[in-house]
C-alpha cells in the first residue's frame, strides 16, 4: 500500500481554466505552479508487482495519482477556476520512484500533455528551460488564432455540452478490475494485416493503429460470451477514437500547438457481426474507412462536427470501446535522470472499457495495449487475443 507523507505546493498560485457564463479559458501568470504531492510505499515489492504485465488489481493505481485540487467559485465575479494539473513521486524505498500526472482535459488533449511530459523531462536531463531551443527540442506553440473556426463551432460545442453535462462518473470501490497489458509485435501486426489482406484484398488503409484496435475490439467483443455475458447479436457495438487534426486542418495548424485539436471518429457494427471469424476482417474495413474516407480528407474530417457532443454523451449507456493514447506516442523514452520508465499505465480506463495504446518498451516497432476488465472478462480475453496471433 501506498501512505502519503507529506503534500506541497510549490508557488503562490495555481494555473486553472476560468468558467463562467461564457466559454472558459486558461488563466496562468509567471511563477503560477501546480499542486505537488510526494508519497511513500510501505512495501517495495508493490512496485515489481505494479510494474508487471499479468493481471493485477487495478485498484492498486490509484494510489499513485493525485486527485486535482478542488474548484474554487468566485462568489463577487462569478468565476469558477478549476485546476488542471497535479503531481504525485511515490517513492519505493531501495527500489524506484513513481510520477503520477492527473490533468484536466480541457486544457490539452492526449498530444499536448505528453509533449508537455517530454519537455519537462528534457528540462530536467538540460538543466534549464532555456536550453530546449539550443537543443532542438520543439516548444509548445499556445497561439489560439491558428485554429479557424469560421462556422461557429467552438459555440456550438459550449452549448450542448451545457446541456449534456458530459461528465466522468466517479468510480466506486472496489471497482472489482484487473489491469494488464498486452504486446503486438511488429510480426505480429503484419501477421494479421496479411490475414485481412487474404480475405479482403482490395482495402487499402491497413495501418498498425487500424490493425490493433480492430484486433482488440473484436476481441472484447467475442470474450463477452467467456464472462457469461448475455449480448443479443443485433445489439450495437462502437468503437471510438479521438484523430490529432493538427495536419489534417485546412490551413494545418503547428504539430506543437499546446491544446485540444481534436477530431473523432466512430465506427457501428452490431455484436453478431463482429463475434464470428470473420469479424476481425470487417473490423479493420470499418475502421480503415472511417480514417481514409473522413479522417484524412479535410473536406470531411469537421463534416459532423456540430453533433459530435451529442452523439458521443450517448454512447456512455452503450456498448463501445474507446482509445487512450496513440502509436505515435512514446512516454518510454522520457528521461528525468534516473533511467527510462519501467512501466507506463492509463488509470482512467479504469471508469470504462477503453484501451490505452502507446508505443512498446522494449520490442522495436511493437505496441503496447493495456486494458482493465473484470477479472473473468480479462482472463477470456486474454485467451482469446493470444488464441488469434497462433492462426
Same mark, same amino acid.
Given at each position: 500500500?501506498?501512505?502519503?507523507?507529506?503534500?506541497? %505546493?510549490?508557488?503562490?498560485?495555481?494555473?486553472?481554466?476560468?468558467?463562467?457564463?461564457?466559454?472558459?479559458?486558461?488563466?496562468?501568470?509567471?511563477?503560477?505552479?501546480?499542486?505537488?504531492?510526494?508519497?511513500?510505499?510501505?512495501?517495495?515489492?508493490?512496485?515489481?508487482? %505494479?510494474?508487471?504485465?499479468?493481471?493485477?488489481?487495478?485498484?492498486?493505481?490509484?494510489?499513485?495519482?493525485?486527485?486535482?485540487?478542488?474548484?474554487?467559485?468566485?462568489?463577487?465575479?462569478?468565476?469558477?477556476?478549476?485546476?488542471?494539473?497535479?503531481?504525485?513521486?511515490?517513492?519505493?524505498?531501495?527500489?524506484?520512484?513513481?510520477?503520477?500526472?492527473?490533468?484536466?482535459?480541457?486544457?490539452?488533449?492526449?498530444?499536448?500533455?505528453?509533449?508537455?511530459?517530454?519537455?519537462?523531462?528534457?528540462?530536467?536531463?538540460?538543466?534549464?528551460?532555456?536550453?530546449?531551443?539550443?537543443?532542438?527540442?520543439?516548444?509548445?506553440?499556445?497561439?489560439?488564432?491558428?485554429?479557424?473556426?469560421?462556422?461557429?463551432?467552438?459555440?456550438?460545442?459550449?452549448?450542448?455540452?451545457?446541456?449534456?453535462?458530459?461528465?466522468?462518473?466517479?468510480?466506486?470501490?472496489?471497482?472489482?478490475?484487473?489491469?494488464?497489458?498486452?504486446?503486438?509485435?511488429?510480426?505480429?501486426?503484419?501477421?494479421?494485416?496479411?490475414?485481412?489482406?487474404?480475405?479482403?484484398?482490395?482495402?487499402?488503409?491497413?495501418?498498425?493503429?487500424?490493425?490493433?484496435?480492430?484486433?482488440?475490439?473484436?476481441?472484447?467483443?467475442?470474450?463477452?460470451?467467456?464472462?457469461?455475458?448475455?449480448?443479443?447479436?443485433?445489439?450495437?457495438?462502437?468503437?471510438?477514437?479521438?484523430?490529432?487534426?493538427?495536419?489534417?486542418?485546412?490551413?494545418?495548424?503547428?504539430?506543437?500547438?499546446?491544446?485540444?485539436?481534436?477530431?473523432?471518429?466512430?465506427?457501428?457494427?452490431?455484436?453478431?457481426?463482429?463475434?464470428?471469424?470473420?469479424?476481425?476482417?470487417?473490423?479493420?474495413?470499418?475502421?480503415?474507412?472511417?480514417?481514409?474516407?473522413?479522417?484524412?480528407?479535410?473536406?470531411?474530417? %469537421?463534416?459532423?462536427?456540430?453533433?459530435?457532443?451529442?452523439?458521443?454523451?450517448?454512447?456512455?449507456?452503450?456498448?463501445?470501446?474507446?482509445?487512450?493514447?496513440?502509436?505515435?506516442?512514446?512516454?518510454?523514452?522520457?528521461?528525468?535522470?534516473?533511467?527510462?520508465?519501467?512501466?507506463?499505465?492509463?488509470?482512467?480506463?479504469?471508469?470504462?472499457?477503453?484501451?490505452?495504446?502507446?508505443?512498446?518498451?522494449?520490442?522495436?516497432?511493437?505496441?503496447?495495449?493495456?486494458?482493465?476488465?473484470?477479472?473473468?472478462?480479462?482472463?477470456?480475453?486474454?485467451?482469446?487475443?493470444?488464441?488469434?496471433?497462433?492462426?
Amino acid at each position: 500500500m501506498c501512505t502519503k507523507f507529506r503534500q506541497q %505546493l510549490v508557488g503562490s498560485h495555481d494555473i486553472t481554466i476560468v468558467f463562467c457564463h461564457t466559454q472558459p479559458h486558461v488563466s496562468g501568470i509567471f511563477g503560477d505552479s501546480v499542486s505537488v504531492a510526494i508519497a511513500e510505499s510501505n512495501e517495495a515489492s508493490d512496485f515489481h508487482y %505494479l510494474t508487471g504485465d499479468e493481471p493485477r488489481d487495478a485498484d492498486r493505481f490509484h494510489a499513485l495519482v493525485p486527485v486535482l485540487p478542488r474548484p474554487e467559485i468566485d462568489f463577487e465575479s462569478g468565476f469558477k477556476r478549476i485546476p488542471v494539473f497535479a503531481v504525485q513521486v511515490t517513492l519505493f524505498p531501495d527500489t524506484g520512484i513513481c510520477l503520477g500526472f492527473t490533468n484536466h482535459h480541457a486544457v490539452g488533449d492526449g498530444s499536448s500533455i505528453v509533449g508537455f511530459i517530454k519537455a519537462w523531462s528534457a528540462v530536467s536531463m538540460l538543466g534549464a528551460a532555456s536550453e530546449l531551443s539550443a537543443a532542438n527540442f520543439p516548444l509548445p506553440f499556445y497561439d489560439r488564432s491558428v485554429v479557424k473556426d469560421e462556422s461557429g463551432l467552438g459555440n456550438t460545442f459550449w452549448s450542448q455540452m451545457n446541456v449534456s453535462r458530459m461528465e466522468s462518473l466517479p468510480l466506486n470501490f472496489p471497482t472489482n478490475r484487473v489491469r494488464a497489458t498486452y504486446t503486438l509485435h511488429k510480426n505480429d501486426i503484419q501477421k494479421l494485416r496479411n490475414l485481412v489482406q487474404a480475405k479482403k484484398p482490395g482495402l487499402v488503409h491497413l495501418s498498425s493503429f487500424t490493425i490493433t484496435t480492430a484486433y482488440v475490439w473484436t476481441c472484447l467483443v467475442k470474450s463477452a460470451a467467456g464472462a457469461g455475458e448475455e449480448v443479443d447479436d443485433n445489439e450495437p457495438e462502437y468503437f471510438v477514437f479521438a484523430v490529432d487534426a493538427r495536419r489534417r486542418l485546412d490551413p494545418p495548424v503547428p504539430a506543437e500547438y499546446f491544446g485540444n485539436c481534436v477530431a473523432f471518429g466512430m465506427v457501428e457494427s452490431t455484436h453478431g457481426q463482429l463475434k464470428v471469424e470473420k469479424g476481425f476482417s470487417m473490423a479493420v474495413e470499418l475502421i480503415g474507412e472511417v480514417i481514409s474516407k473522413r479522417v484524412n480528407n479535410k473536406d470531411e474530417i %469537421l463534416r459532423d462536427a456540430g453533433s459530435w457532443v451529442s452523439k458521443f454523451s450517448e454512447l456512455v449507456r452503450k456498448r463501445s470501446m474507446g482509445v487512450a493514447g496513440s502509436p505515435r506516442f512514446d512516454l518510454y523514452d522520457t528521461e528525468f535522470g534516473w533511467g527510462k520508465p519501467k512501466k507506463y499505465e492509463v488509470v482512467s480506463i479504469d471508469g470504462s472499457e477503453s484501451m490505452s495504446l502507446c508505443k512498446s518498451r522494449g520490442v522495436e516497432g511493437g505496441l503496447e495495449i493495456g486494458l482493465s476488465l473484470p477479472d473473468k472478462k480479462m482472463r477470456a480475453f486474454a485467451a482469446i487475443f493470444s488464441a488469434g496471433l497462433k492462426i
